[in-house]
């Protein structure tokens, strides 16, 4: 086992994930809007689901997001395990999750 680390040698302290939540609602809180959608008031609390936890992948399926120390996201093939040599890495691809 070793750490993971970006190129630039900060440390992979995460992996972005997916986790269906259900927020309640006011019971007598709806409305609809001039454009057909519903408006609501929050109840103020969320069930998550965490069976439904997945890692997000990029547009191209390819690998995983991690997050750094910094909260910067990293393409999976980005990413550098201690013991292994430095390797060029390919352009950054800004496709990750907003933050």
């Known amino acids: 086992m070793s750490s993971a680390l970006t190129p630039d040698g900060k440390r992979i302290v995460g992996v972005v994930e997916e986790i269906v939540g259900t927020a309640r ?33 990029p547009s191209d399926g390819k690998g995983r997001i991690f997050v750094d120390e910094d909260g910067e996201f990293w393409r999976e093939t980005e990413i550098v395990l201690e013991e292994e040599p430095k390797h060029t890495t390919q352009s950054r691809e800004d496709d990750g999750p907003s933050p």
């Open 25 to 57: 609602l006011g019971e007598d809180s709806f409305s609809r809007e001039a454009n057909g959608e519903l408006g609501f008031s929050y109840a103020g609390e969320t069930e998550i689901d965490w069976n439904s936890q997945k890692p997000v992948r």
